[in-house]
């Protein structure tokens, strides 16, 4: 009614970051361990014991080679009595309250960072601020096959959408990725490729711009 509209029209945009150039800690050493990392806080959005799961059934020679650090304030106790249940601190920890600077030094010094395995509806239809950081910093993201993923990532995208059976799909890229430097350099420039493509701010307005001339 206050821009007098003729006709009523939606449009939707992506998250947006403003690009910073951030400086990337790129491993390239083959046999170093390979660390993943999660951020997140909502139970049935993240399904953070799911990602437990994932990273407790890779066989044992596949698990020697990688570290998963998790960072969730909430059901903190929950999760870490998980962790010991199935004997994987080895290979996992979770820590939390953490300030924000601290919170992107473990993003920039992960390799994978781990985005959504939640089973809502929700889950299905956001991409999270942690994936779209994680983009921004050139890291790979493995994340469930979701509606959202699918329009805003892909597997070509340095982005692995995990789909069915979840484990061994799982199990099958750690391998590759663990076994080839080059690999995971090409996924890591994708990654960032991804987020100039989909979340830097510019391009974004520039959408919202166009969609305004439309409608007004």
Same mark, same amino acid.
């Given at each position: 009614?206050?821009?007098?509209?003729?006709?009523?029209?939606?449009?939707?945009l992506s998250?947006? *970051?403003?690009?910073?150039n951030?400086?990337?800690?790129?491993k390239?050493?083959v046999?170093?361990k390979?660390?993943?990392?999660?951020?997140?806080?909502?139970?049935k959005?993240?399904?953070?014991?799911? $990602?437990?799961?994932?990273v407790?059934?890779?066989p044992?020679?596949?698990?020697?080679?990688?570290?998963?650090?998790?960072?969730?304030?909430?059901?903190?106790?929950?999760?870490?009595?998980l962790?010991?249940?199935? %004997?994987?601190? %080895?290979?996992?920890?979770?820590?939390?309250?953490?300030?924000?600077?601290?919170?992107l030094?473990?993003?920039?010094?992960?390799?994978?960072? $781990?985005?959504?395995?939640?089973?809502?509806?929700?889950?299905?239809?956001?991409?999270?601020?942690?994936? *779209?950081?994680?983009?921004?910093l050139?890291? *790979?993201?493995?994340?469930?096959?979701?509606?959202?993923?699918?329009?805003?990532?892909?597997?070509?995208?340095?982005?692995?959408?995990?789909?069915?059976?979840?484990?061994?799909n799982?199990?099958?890229?750690?391998?590759k990725?663990?076994s080839?430097?080059k690999? %995971?350099?090409?996924?890591?420039?994708?990654?960032k490729?991804s987020?100039?493509?989909?979340?830097?701010?510019?391009?974004?307005?520039?959408?919202?711009?166009?969609?305004?001339?439309?409608?007004?």
């Open positions: 009614k206050i821009l007098h509209l003729t006709q009523y029209k939606k449009k939707v998250f947006n *970051v403003a690009q910073k951030l400086k990337l800690k790129i390239k050493t046999n170093s390979i660390q993943l990392v999660h951020a997140g806080a909502n139970r959005l993240h399904n953070i014991s799911k $990602m437990i799961y994932l407790h059934r890779l044992d020679n596949l698990k020697k080679k990688i570290f998963f650090t998790i960072i969730s304030n909430d059901y903190f106790d929950e999760y870490k009595k962790i010991d249940r199935l %004997r994987c601190e %080895r290979n996992i920890k979770i820590i939390n309250h953490l300030k924000f600077n601290q919170y030094k473990i993003i920039n010094e992960s390799d994978i960072c $781990m985005g959504l395995f939640g089973d809502t509806e929700k889950s299905q239809n956001i991409i999270s601020n942690f994936i *779209v950081t994680s983009t921004n050139g890291k *790979v993201i493995i994340t469930k096959n979701t509606k959202a993923a699918k329009i805003y990532l892909n597997n070509n995208n340095g982005i692995l959408l995990l789909k069915k059976p979840e484990h061994l799982f199990s099958k890229f750690i391998r990725y663990t080839s430097a690999f %995971r350099n090409e996924l890591q420039k994708k990654s490729k987020f100039l493509k989909n979340f830097e701010i510019q391009k974004n307005l520039k959408k919202l711009e166009l969609f305004l001339k439309e409608v007004l």
